[in-house]
């Protein structure tokens, strides 16, 4: 379709009849300005643009009328911490896919800085996302977009990155369940063109079926397994990148924000952050949900962001021997843009059912709702009968970072030299986060970076110990080196005071930060018991008031003051 055809087709279609739309082409990017009546409208017609020929990007600025435009949250830092600071190479966004081009960056002779907004990393999509490393990008993907093949390779790299950086890693595959007899023989039709894609599959009958997944219920009729399926902690992963890259020298600059590009005769030359002016020639935009902005923020909008939420439940990891292998169902999606979702394995033993897949325009918008609990709930509790509405232990949302084209847009900038765009990274961007970092450090290297490799580059990371994970005798040794593993502070997780205190060493500040380092709080209590506890440690170990320390940073305050002094004191 020609840009001609797409006006066309707007002008000619009665639902948009009260829509105000003004069309450009800059070279290879599409901009629409104008009015919507609906959100659902806006996101049509990004779809609809993204179908004109020769298009690489779809620069969406409608907005439905009388919907208020999202408000920027900035707290003014005051302070210039890092104003001067020079650097090779500047990555933003400290989520798995920045900390994985932070990390292999870190192999050259190269000032590497990673900048991030929140007080942790993986805080982004990186945190909300479910937990699979996929076999292939899904059958409505084209084979040869950029998100298929990086998804295959990504998915082969991963065990040399769980190997190297000591994080958990599993490949329990992927069943892709039929429930009607009826939709057997298409199985093989289906896994041919899962062939194309490079990963492999097998059509599995009715009792083979249920001998490797007793817990199906009697109508499921046979599945696609996927050998090559597995599982990750997508944070466990980029915390493990990040202490590796800096460990390897990379300055990571926390609670920092991008706010400005400093681009001269055409050329990066700094990144303005809230806490100052770095002075760099290269910038690496990995920024999640908001690599649109930043892109803007340099004069060089390529493509827009518009978010997808997902909303998942958590089940009671009490409930693990209930499923054996990943499930998906083996039905025609509703949504085109999603994989559909599914039951996850996670590496720590319970379950994620989910997510959905719903059009949002606030990309903030990590809010749960009945809706969305009771759909992921009708959709896959027929899967798995025997986990009952009391086995789910919370609720949670992530929000996608997807573009108009909906694929990954890796690439140069156009128009402003040394600023690379890594956006649009939606699913599946933690499987191939690992093909990603490779292949941006080429694109550095071919803009003209120049890359000399460190002698003293050590791949390796140790993870702290889990205690839950320990045997009798290991358990034993631990606590005669370090008395406060023998206290346990959180009871559902069985999490130690020990981990904790090791969890601030590596960079905890937050509830959250230790939560997502040791699992504490993530049990079926949700921190009704540990809190305290844990508040107690922090407090001691940074030195800093209970009232001053936070959930997730900025004003997530836990504490308002004191009633029980004795208590949260000792
Ligand atoms: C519900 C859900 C389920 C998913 N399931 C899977 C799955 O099973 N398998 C899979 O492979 N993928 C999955 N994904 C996709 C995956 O989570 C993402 O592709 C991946 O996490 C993207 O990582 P990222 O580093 O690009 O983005 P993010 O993790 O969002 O990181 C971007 C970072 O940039 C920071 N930032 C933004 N703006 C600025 C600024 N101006 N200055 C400084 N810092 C800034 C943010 O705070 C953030 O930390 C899922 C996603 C969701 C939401």
């Known amino acids: 379709m020609k840009v001609e055809e797409f006006e066309e087709r707007v002008k000619g279609d009665p639902s948009f009849s009260r829509v105000s739309l003004r069309i450009s082409l800059e070279g290879e990017i599409l901009f629409l300005e104008g009015e919507t009546e609906s959100w659902e409208q806006v996101v049509e017609l990004g779809h609809l643009a993204a179908g004109v020929e020769g298009v690489r990007g779809i620069v969406n600025r409608l907005w439905p009328r009388g919907l208020p435009k999202p408000e920027r949250k900035r707290e003014g830092k005051g302070k210039a911490a890092w104003d001067g600071m020079r650097a090779d190479v500047v990555v933003v ?34 945190k909300g996302g479910a937990s699979w490393i996929h076999g292939f990008a899904g059958l409505d993907v084209d084979p040869t977009s950029l998100k298929a093949k990086l998804c295959v390779e990504g998915n082969a790299l991963y065990d040399e990155w769980a190997e190297e950086l000591d994080f958990s890693f599993k490949r329990p595959g992927l069943l892709a369940v039929v429930m009607e007899e009826e939709l057997v023989p298409l199985l093989e039709v289906a896994a041919e063109r899962v062939r194309e894609h490079g990963c492999p599959v097998r059509v599995i009958g009715r009792e083979e079926l249920h001998r490797m997944e007793p817990g199906l219920p009697p ?32 300055k990571l600059l926390l609670g920092t924000e991008v706010i400005g590009v400093r681009v001269e005769e055409g050329r990066v030359k700094g990144v303005i952050t809230d806490r100052g002016e770095i002075f760099t020639s290269f910038l690496v935009n990995a920024a999640g949900l908001y690599s649109d902005e930043v892109a803007e923020l340099a004069g060089a909008p390529e493509f827009t962001i518009h978010p997808r939420k997902g909303e998942m439940l958590l089940i009671d990891w009490k409930r693990a021997g209930a499923c054996l292998h990943n499930l998906a169902p083996g039905e025609l999606k509703e949504d085109p843009y999603t994989k559909g979702g599914g039951i996850s394995l996670t590496v720590d033993g319970n379950m994620l059912w989910g997510p959905t897949a719903q059009e949002v325009p606030y990309k903030e918008d990590t809010e749960t709702t009945k809706e969305g609990m009771e759909r992921v709930w009708r959709k896959f509790s027929k899967y798995l009968p025997s986990i009952k509405r009391t086995d789910v232990i919370t609720a ?32 599946p961007g933690i499987t191939a986060a690992p093909a990603i970092a490779r292949m941006v450090v080429d694109i550095l290297r071919k803009e003209g970076l120049e890359l000399r490799e460190k002698v003293s580059f050590n791949p390796r990371r140790r993870a702290a110990p889990r205690f839950r994970e320990l045997g009798d005798r290991e358990r034993e040794q631990l606590i005669s080196l370090d008395r406060r593993y023998g206290r346990v502070v959180c009871r559902c997780e069985h999490v130690t005071e020990g981990e904790v205190v090791e969890a601030i060493r590596r960079g905890a500040t937050t509830l959250d930060g230790i939560k997502f380092r040791t699992r504490a709080g993530m049990g079926r209590c949700q921190g009704g018991f540990c809190t305290p506890h844990l508040l107690r440690i922090l407090s001691r170990e940074l030195g800093r008031p209970v009232e001053e320390l936070t959930k997730k940073g900025g004003k997530s305050r836990v504490v308002m003051g004191r009633i029980k002094e004795p208590f949260l004191g000792g």
């Open 219 to 250: 109508e499921a009729a046979g599945a696609l397994f996927f050998p090559t399926y597995g599982v990750v902690a997508p944070y466990e992963v980029t915390i493990a990148l990040v202490e590796n890259a800096v460990a390897n020298g990379v």
């Open 93 to 126: 966004g400290a989520g798995i896919v920045g900390a994985g081009i932070a990390r292999e960056l870190s192999r050259y002779e190269l000032e590497v800085v990673l900048v991030e907004k929140e007080e942790d990393v993986a805080w982004g999509q990186s």
């Open 396 to 427: 949670f949302a992530g929000v996608r970072a997807a573009t108009y084209t909906e694929d990954f847009h890796i690439a140069p900038s156009r128009k402003v030299k040394g600023l690379v765009n890594v956006g649009g990274i939606q699913s």
